[in-house]
Every structure is written in structure tokens, then in C-alpha cells.
């Protein structure tokens, strides 16, 4: 069967939120301590204890939002513990992740200050679980409070005089599970209480974040949509693509054989379905879309390293996780109308990341050229495309073979993304663009394939996975002629 693809170039669908493309630090390992902060004194180059080439990796994929500082760990962090003097803040255990002493040297003003680097939104997680109502009120009026009180007060003399803009903050995490064993009902009415002193302090309008779903546990969304659905402005929902068993074993991130990629693949396609039923159970609430579905962590996960601390979770990248982030992407997109943020776990070091560091050395993984790839999308206009597209078969299991997605950005170019899942075959595909004559077609376009299913970077060998320019595309009069390459993505500017 051909594969086809007819974009319709005139029909616009929805606009793609640049925060799909967001991010998430959660103190866990070395994402933090290593990975991003390591202190002014570090002989590894930083700006203020941020060291400089994370900072300018993710600022080349335009990172736009960054959710801190949990996760699990957010419902236990207290904020008044990591500002002021460093010899002063109160060293703490992590419980969550692997009982080791914080020093709370990376706290609000840090993380503060590296949102204005990336020149990101900040994204706080606050604490529900294990905190008050006046400790999360508290550290709203420090952080963006302008005038006189006791809050705004004490960050002057922490050296800042000037409020920060705070845009997203959520109330909560995993509430149903490590913040706190909650039922929806005991939540939704703590939600209620705790959001309302979430204050709006002068002109900044705060976007706030209920604890949402657990995968596929659909009458917590009911339950919080019903309950508490006009208080908030978005609601989270989690879900991480593992190909064995939560418990006991989710499978090696680089010692895998094609079944695993076949059901990681098909794991990965479930985010659709998810989305489309929690969706319409705040369609029923929410029929104008006003809440915001914010999918705070997504990604896969698998068994930690050999040799690595299990309260880590440090894991391999490899062409398996790219493809999991970009059949995810084009997922996303298609539900651009209700899906407002992702934030992937996590940003370094940590499960899915972007960046693997060792001491001062660092590299890329082969998802974080993904972001970089995809990032055409950021703010861009959904277009409308039907297709007809082939099946990827393994021992009688079908899945499509090919995934796409395609957008307009403000200056009128069209991007489109494809993802071939296949291991082993190509994908020929014809594309034509209605609403745009053929001979302005010109497309340009970049590649990220593997010769091997578990190809990865090392520090040794930091560009096995890397993007290449795409070449195997020729236009004609009646549109775009390309082969896909098996288990590969790629992203064409079209004119």
C-alpha cells in the first residue's frame, strides 16, 4: 500500500503551545547537583554556579518552560530551607531519592536565575503534601510581591529587590501517590482551599496547576473536574513508557531486543488514547477548553545503569528514546487544542534527559535532537492533514508504521515531521500540500536514524546519534516524493 500525506495548508486547526516543548528538574540525582549547578568556587566553567555548557545546550533548543523543583521531591522541599547565605541553609536528607544530604544550595533564587538565563518560564511545583497553606502562600508573596511586606522584605535582603514573573505553579504532585496517598475527593477539596491563597500580586496572573491523573485513572479527573474544575487552570496528568514492569523490571535502556522496541513503540502510542479520554471528561466540564491538560511528566523509563545508584535513575538514551519524544510530539500536536504543556523527565542525568554529564565533560543524547529538530512547531499553527499510511507488523501485532504531523509558523512556512517506528523497513511516501502550488515547494530537511536499534552517544563517542541533512526527498509538480528511512524522524521546511 502507498503511503500518502495531503496537507491542507489553508486549514488551520489549533495552535501548538511552545510550552509542549517543556522541561523538568526535579532535585533527583545528579539533574541538579552536577548536572546543573555546581557552585561558583567549581573549576567546571559556570555563570554564578550554573554551569555554562548546559545552559547553552538548552538555550539552543529554545527551551520554554521548566517545572522545579519535583516531582517527589516537591512535597517535601521547603522553601524558606534553601534561601539566604549558603553556610546558613539547612542541609537535609532526600528520602525520595536515594538518602543522600542536600546542602539547599540550589533554591529559589538559583532556579530563578536560571530561568532568566534561558530565558524560560518557571514552572513551581508547591508543597501539599508534606507543607501548609501559609508556607505555600508565603513563598508566592517572596517570589512575586512588590511592596511592602514580610515576605518581599526578606528576599530584598536576599539580594533581590525586584519581584520575579511567575507564571505556572502547581499545587501539588502526585497527590494520589508519594504526595500524600490522597483519594480525588480528600484532594480536590485541599486543592480548593490551598490554590485560594495562591495569590495574583500586582499585574502577575499566576496559572495554577492541579494534581492530576495517575495513567488511566479516570475518576480522578471526574472527581477534579467536578469538584474543583473552576479553580484551576490546568490539570497534570503522568505517564511513563516502560516496556516491562513497573515493579519488577522495566527492561534495559540499551540491552533490548525487537520485542521490547516493538512494545516501547506501541507504550509510547497509548499517550494518544490517554489524552483523548481524559480529554473528554473535561470536554463534559469544560466544553470551551479553558483548562489546560499539562502532561508535567512523560517519557520513558527504564532499570538504572549497571553500577549507578538506584535512587538516581540514571539511564542510557538511545534511537529508541528519540523515536518514543517524537512519536509523542506528534501525538501533542494532534490534540494542540487541549494540551497547553509536557514537561519530559527529566532534564539531565535523570531518566529521559537531554544532556548526560560526567564531571566537566558533557554530551548530547539523541533525544535532545529531537527538541532541537521539532522545535519548528513552537507557536506554529496546526495544520489539517489526512493520510494514508502503512502497518508495522510484529508476531501479529500491528502498529502504524509512520506518525506526522505538520505546522505553519508566523512567517507562513510549513514544517512537517515524520516518525518511521519500523526496524527494518523503509517508508515511501507521497506528499502533496493543498493550498500551496507545488513548483513553491523547496523542502529542506534534517534526519536522526541509527544503524543499530540501540545506538546511543557515549563521552567517547558523542555523535553515534546525531542529525544529518535529509536528501531523500525530490520535488515534482505534483508535490514530494521521499523515503523514510527505517526507525528514523525527520523534519522538512517545505518552502
Keep these: ?202 499585574n502577575n496572573r499566576i496559572f495554577k496547576i492541579a494534581g492530576g491523573a495517575n495513567v488511566d485513572d479516570y475518576n480522578w479527573t471526574e472527581v477534579l473536574m467536578k469538584h474543583a474544575g473552576g479553580l484551576m487552570d490546568g490539570l497534570s496528568l503522568h505517564y511513563y513508557t516502560i516496556p516491562g514492569d513497573f515493579w519488577l523490571g522495566k527492561g534495559s535502556a540499551l540491552d533490548f531486543d525487537t520485542d521490547e522496541w516493538f512494545v516501547t513503540m506501541k507504550r509510547a502510542l497509548h499517550m494518544d488514547e490517554l489524552i483523548s479520554r481524559h480529554g473528554a471528561i473535561m470536554d463534559k466540564y469544560d466544553p470551551d477548553k479553558r483548562v489546560g491538560l499539562i502532561i508535567d511528566e512523560w517519557g520513558t523509563w527504564f532499570d538504572v545503569e549497571p553500577g549507578t545508584n538506584p535512587g538516581f535513575l540514571y539511564q542510557q538514551n538511545s534511537i529508541r528514546d528519540a523515536l518514543v519524544a517524537a512519536l509523542h510530539f506528534n501525538i501533542f500536536h494532534k490534540h494542540a487544542d487541549r494540551v497547553h504543556m509536557t514537561n519530559i523527565a527529566q532534564t539531565v542525568n535523570v531518566l529521559q534527559a537531554m544532556i548526560l554529564t560526567e564531571g566537566d565533560n558533557m ?40 506518525t506526522v504531523s505538520a505546522s505553519k509558523d508566523h512567517e507562513g512556512r510549513i514544517h512537517l515531521s515524520l516518525v518511521n517506528i519500523d526496524l527494518g523497513q523503509e517508508a515511501e511516501i507521497y506528499v502533496e500540500v493543498r493550498g500551496l502550488d507545488a513548483v513553491e515547494l523547496q523542502p529542506v530537511g534534517r534526519i536522526l536514524t ?46
Design 1 to 202: 500500500m502507498s503511503n500518502r500525506i495531503l496537507i491542507n495548508a489553508d486549514i488551520s486547526q489549533a495552535r501548538i503551545s511552545k510550552h509542549i516543548y517543556g522541561h523538568f528538574a526535579e532535585h533527583l540525582g545528579r539533574c541538579i547537583y552536577e548536572g546543573i549547578w555546581v557552585g561558583e568556587g567549581s573549576p567546571i566553567p559556570n555563570t554564578k554556579g550554573i554551569r555554562k555548557d548546559v545552559l547553552e545546550a538548552l538555550r539552543a533548543i529554545r527551551i520554554p518552560v521548566l517545572r522545579w523543583p519535583g516531582g517527589c521531591f516537591a512535597d517535601e522541599y521547603h522553601w524558606k530551607d534553601g534561601i539566604g547565605p549558603y553556610e546558613r541553609r539547612k542541609r537535609m536528607v532526600n528520602t525520595h531519592w536515594g538518602g543522600v544530604i542536600e546542602n539547599n544550595h540550589f533554591g529559589t533564587h538559583e532556579f530563578m536565575l536560571l530561568c532568566e538565563l534561558l530565558e524560560c518560564e518557571p514552572y513551581i511545583c508547591g508543597n501539599v503534601g508534606s507543607g501548609t497553606v501559609q508556607e505555600m502562600s508565603e513563598w508566592v508573596e517572596y517570589m512575586t510581591f512588590d511592596g511592602e511586606s514580610p515576605m518581599a522584605n526578606w528576599r530584598e535582603e536576599n539580594g533581590r529587590e525586584k519581584p520575579w514573573r511567575l507564571k505556572y505553579f502547581g499545587v501539588g504532585n502526585e497527590n494520589w501517590g508519594c504526595g500524600g496517598h490522597m483519594r480525588p475527593e480528600y484532594y480536590a477539596d485541599l486543592y480548593r482551599r490551598y490554590q485560594t491563597y495562591v495569590r495574583n500580586y500586582g
Design 363 to 402: 554530551l548530547l543524547t539523541p533525544t535532545y535532537h529531537i527538541f532541537d529538530m521539532f522545535k519548528v512547531h513552537q507557536e506554529a499553527e496546526l495544520l489539517s492533514v489526512e493520510s494514508t499510511l502503512g502497518i508495522c507488523e510484529h508476531q501479529g501485532q500491528e502498529l502504524p508504521q509512520v
Design 450 to 495: 541509527a544503524k543499530h536499534m540501540n545506538d546511543h552517544n557515549t563521552f567517547e563517542q558523542p555523535n553515534t546519534v546525531a542529525p544529518a541533512p535529509f536528501e531523500q526527498v525530490v520535488a515534482d509538480k505534483a508535490g514530494l516524493k521521499l523515503r523514510l528511512p527505517a526507525m528514523s524522524a525527520v523534519t522538512l521546511c517545505l518552502n
